[in-house]
C-alpha cells in the first residue's frame, strides 16, 4: 500500500480561505493518517489536508457545494483563463455588490468560478452564506489580483491528478469504500450546519454519518467540535483532543478543543 501522506508541507497553501478550515490542524492530522492507496476528503471545503500532504496513489476531494466544487475544476484545468478574467478587476465593495447581484445561471464555468472565488476571498470572515464586504482598519486585503498566477498556480499543479467530486457524504463514501482506502472527514460542526448553507446538513445527518462509517471497509479519521452530543454519538471510537485557534471567526486567537475521532488507534 502506498503511504505518501504522512510528510507535512507548510508552505503549501490552499487557494481560499474557509470557515471551519483546518490550516492550524494540519500539522497534527498529517502525522496521524495511516497506510493508503486512496486518500478521500468527505467533506472538503478549503482542503488543507491535501494541499499540504504529500501526494497519495489516488485522491479524492469532494463537496456538496457546486461553487467550491466548479472553482477547484477551474483551477485544475483552466487557471490561465480564470486569471485573465481577473485583468482588469478592482477589489472594491461595488464589485462585491455587483457580483453578489449576479445570477450565476447566466455565467460560463470560468465565470461562475471568478465569481465565487471574489466573493469568497473579500467576504467578512470568509463566510459563503449572508456574505457582507470584509474591510479592516488594520490589514490588507485577502485578494491581491496582482499575485493572483503565482498565489494559484502551486493549487493548480497540486490538483493535477486529483479526483474532483461533488456529490452527497453518503453516495461518496459508498462510492469509494475499500479497504486500502482512507476517508479524512471534517464535517460542519454540531450547532453550526448551516454556517455552509440552509438544510445541506443537519443533526440527523451525524447520526447517518456514523451509521455509515460503522460499515466501512476503510480507516477513517473524523475532525469535530468537542461536545458531549458528538462523544455519545461515537462512543466507543479512539479519540483524541487537539489545541487549536480559530483563524477566521470573530474569536480569531481564541483557543479551542477539537475532536479527532477514528476507527484506528491514534497515536
Same mark, same amino acid.
Given at each position: 500500500m502506498a503511504n505518501q501522506s504522512r510528510s507535512l508541507t507548510t508552505q503549501r497553501k490552499s487557494p481560499l480561505a474557509w470557515v471551519g478550515g483546518k490550516s492550524k490542524l494540519t500539522s497534527t492530522i498529517i502525522p496521524l493518517i495511516p497506510k493508503h492507496t486512496c486518500y478521500v476528503e468527505?467533506?472538503?471545503?478549503?482542503?488543507?489536508?491535501?494541499?499540504?500532504?504529500?501526494?497519495?496513489?489516488?485522491?479524492?476531494?469532494?463537496?456538496?457545494?457546486?461553487?467550491?466544487?466548479?472553482?477547484?475544476?477551474?483551477?485544475?484545468?483552466?487557471?490561465e483563463e480564470?486569471?485573465?478574467?481577473f485583468k482588469w478587476s478592482l477589489v472594491s465593495r461595488e464589485e462585491f455588490a455587483r457580483l453578489q447581484r449576479i445570477d450565476e445561471s447566466t455565467l460560463t464555468d470560468i465565470q461562475r468560478a471568478a465569481r465565487f472565488y471574489y466573493l469568497v476571498k473579500n467576504a467578512f470572515g470568509a463566510k459563503i452564506v449572508s456574505q457582507s464586504y470584509g474591510v479592516s482598519n488594520s490589514t490588507k486585503p485577502r485578494l491581491n489580483l496582482l499575485r493572483l498566477e503565482e498565489d494559484l498556480s502551486e493549487a493548480h499543479?497540486?490538483?493535477?491528478?486529483? !479526483?474532483? *467530486? %461533488?456529490?452527497?457524504y453518503h453516495e461518496l463514501i459508498k462510492r469509494y469504500d475499500g479497504k486500502d482506502v482512507f476517508f479524512y472527514i471534517d464535517?460542519?460542526?454540531? !450547532?453550526? *450546519? %448551516?454556517?455552509?448553507?440552509?438544510?445541506l446538513f443537519t443533526k440527523a445527518d451525524f447520526e447517518h454519518l456514523r451509521d455509515l462509517l460503522k460499515a466501512c471497509q476503510g480507516k477513517w479519521l473524523i475532525s469535530i467540535n468537542n461536545v458531549p452530543e458528538i462523544r455519545e454519538l461515537f462512543a466507543?471510537?479512539?479519540?483524541?483532543?487537539?489545541?487549536?485557534?480559530?483563524?477566521?471567526?470573530?474569536?480569531?486567537?481564541?483557543?479551542?478543543?477539537e475532536l479527532l475521532i477514528a476507527n484506528y488507534k491514534l497515536e
Open positions: 468527505v467533506f472538503a471545503g478549503a482542503a488543507w489536508v491535501l494541499f499540504r500532504k504529500d501526494a497519495s496513489k489516488v485522491e479524492v476531494i469532494n463537496d456538496i457545494n457546486g461553487d467550491l466544487i466548479c472553482l477547484y475544476r477551474v483551477i485544475q484545468n483552466h487557471l480564470f486569471v485573465r478574467y499543479l497540486r490538483l493535477s491528478q486529483v !479526483n474532483i *467530486e %461533488n456529490l452527497p464535517p460542519p460542526y454540531w !450547532n453550526c *450546519e %448551516n454556517d455552509y448553507g440552509k438544510n466507543g471510537y479512539e479519540f483524541k483532543e487537539v489545541k487549536t485557534r480559530y483563524s477566521i471567526s470573530m474569536n480569531e486567537g481564541k483557543q479551542v478543543t
